[in-house]
């Protein structure tokens, strides 16, 4: 008989009931037997809804045999510290990122994950996109030689409106801001594609400085919606061959172009890029131009396909990433991504965030 599926809670009910609900429904591997939500009024919406047991005490979802794995998918802040007790009461993790607000904290966890001898994943979900993978492919077989510039552009415009909301992603010391939401795949994957991350600076700059309180009156926002970014990257970890790179993020550019990233080396060039800003698996196309020719689009490798399309573009990845963590789980090999990704990751937002800013 085939190994009973592995019960995983889920803390936090925003992305968590969202996305990675659906996505473990889809993980054949795995099973929700669980929610967690500080606030039992969301907590008991979420389970009428569900059929699921419901805790919103931390210490007694842990103590429940049947959670042998938690997905934490809260806003950063109270990530480490829910995470940190998971491990120590011997659970496997996926965490959402950034992991936590601190390299030293990410450094932590996988000092007790290791300890443990616990799966932790991290839902960088990019890796999971077939396109992306597509591109990392072609990039292990030669299709740019060695890269001479990246640049990735991630314009997008989610908190372009003034009117929206005050809340912890307004706040730097919450985890909020641009660097958090999208330079933490950014970096992430650059490291996978390219290569890690050597010298980095940067330019922060919060272009909207306050926004409505949800109590009234205005607050102050600290968190950065713009990072502008130089760096060096090392191909394919290599120190002798540095690559330079520019990243652009912006989360109020209200016409932006979206995702796109270009990668120019000494045999040719490779585009990934997106205009859609509501969708991150719908409507990529990736293009690849020989030297001494045009660019023209790439097809996708037909073992690289999700097997079913959500209306929702964000449930295949992660139903994707959640398939790997199963597989670590019960085969006992490293995640990947895991914990060494997110640290080197959270290692490069730790560094932008101290570089200069302008606001």
């Not at 330079?244 to 993020?249: C, W």
Request: glycine share 10%; aromatic share 6%; hydrophobic share 45%.
């Amino acid at each position: 008989m085939p190994p009973q599926p592995i019960g995983v809670a889920i803390a936090g009910l925003g992305f968590g009931e969202k996305v990675h609900l659906p996505a473990l429904a889809a993980a054949p591997d795995l099973k929700a037997v669980a929610l967690w939500h500080p606030r039992q009024e969301r907590l008991d919406a979420a389970t009428a809804v569900h059929g699921l047991k419901g805790y919103s005490d931390w210490d007694a979802l842990l103590a429940d045999p049947a959670v042998e794995g938690v997905v934490i998918a809260t806003p950063p802040a109270p990530r480490f510290e829910l995470a940190r007790r998971a491990l120590e009461a011997g659970k496997h993790l996926l965490l959402e990122k950034p992991i936590a607000l601190h390299a030293d904290q990410a450094r932590e966890l996988q000092r007790l994950a290791m300890a443990g001898a616990l799966s932790v994943g991290v839902d960088y979900e990019y890796r999971a996109v077939p396109l992306f993978m597509q591109a990392e492919r072609l990039l292990r077989a030669g299709a740019v030689g060695t890269p001479w510039l990246v640049k990735l552009d991630w314009l997008m415009g989610s908190r372009s409106d003034p009117r929206r909301s005050w809340n912890w992603y307004s706040q730097a010391d919450q985890g909020g801001g641009v660097i958090g939401a999208l330079g933490t795949h950014a970096f992430d994957m650059l490291a996978w594609l390219v290569g890690p991350l050597g010298s980095v600076q940067a330019l922060n700059s919060v272009s909207i400085a306050q926004r409505p309180h949800p109590n009234g009156g205005l607050a102050s926002v600290d968190a950065p919606d713009v990072s502008l970014i130089q760096a060096n990257l090392q191909w394919q970890g290599r120190p002798d061959v540095p690559v330079p790179a520019q990243v652009s993020l912006s989360s109020v550019s209200r016409c932006g172009r979206g995702y796109c990233l270009d990668i120019t080396g000494s045999d040719g060039s490779l585009v990934l890029s997106s205009s859609n800003q509501k969708d991150y698996v719908h409507g990529f196309e990736l293009q690849h131009a020989p030297l001494g020719e045009g660019l023209r689009e790439v097809p996708l490798d037909a073992d690289l396909a999700f097997t079913q399309t959500w209306s929702d573009g964000r449930i295949a990845p992660v139903a994707r990433v959640l398939g790997w963590w199963a597989d670590s789980i019960r085969s006992g090999n490293p995640m990947i991504p895991g914990l060494a990704e997110g640290v080197v990751s959270r290692d490069v937002c730790d560094r932008v965030e101290a570089s200069l800013s302008h606001t």
